[in-house]
Nanobody
Framework: HVQLVESGGGSVQPGGSLRLSCGASGHTYSSYSMAWFRQAPGKEREGVAYLTINGGTDYTYAVAGRFTISKDNAKDTLYLQMNNLKPEDTAMYYC??????????????????WGQGTQVTVS
């Protein structure tokens, strides 16, 4: 059974940085793709960043150049480094995973497993 637990959220001023973590158990990164999503109040959950089983990455346009997705296989942990944060980045952030390649990567329906979320507030 796959379990995901996010941490690292908080409050930060515009221009600041945060690093989110997602601890995973019950699966191996070598066969699962991973992604970060976010959901602001009153909005749909949207894909933010994607990491393929081979280490390839993709980002939504709004965060490209500011956010970096990465993983540490030894620690079974996925990260999202967020720099130059903006008020519009305020949302609950979730990590998600599914086996194999995910194409397209951004629909939430393509993921089987989700964490409980961690809140990021930029103001």
């Amino acid at each position: 059974h796959v379990q995901l637990v996010e941490s690292g959220g908080g409050s930060v001023q515009p221009g600041g940085s945060l690093r989110l973590s997602c601890g995973a158990s019950g699966h191996t990164y070598s066969s699962y793709s991973m992604a970060w999503f976010r959901q602001a109040p009153g909005k749909e959950r949207e894909g933010v960043a994607y990491l393929t089983i081979n280490g390839g990455t993709d980002y939504t346009y709004a965060v490209a150049g500011r956010f970096t997705i990465s993983k540490d296989n030894a620690k079974d942990t996925l990260y999202l480094q967020m720099n130059n944060l903006k008020p519009e980045d305020t949302a609950m952030y979730y990590c998600a995973t599914a086996q194999g390649y995910i194409d397209p990567w951004f629909p939430r329906a393509n993921y089987n497993y989700w964490g409980q979320g961690t809140q990021v507030t930029v103001s």
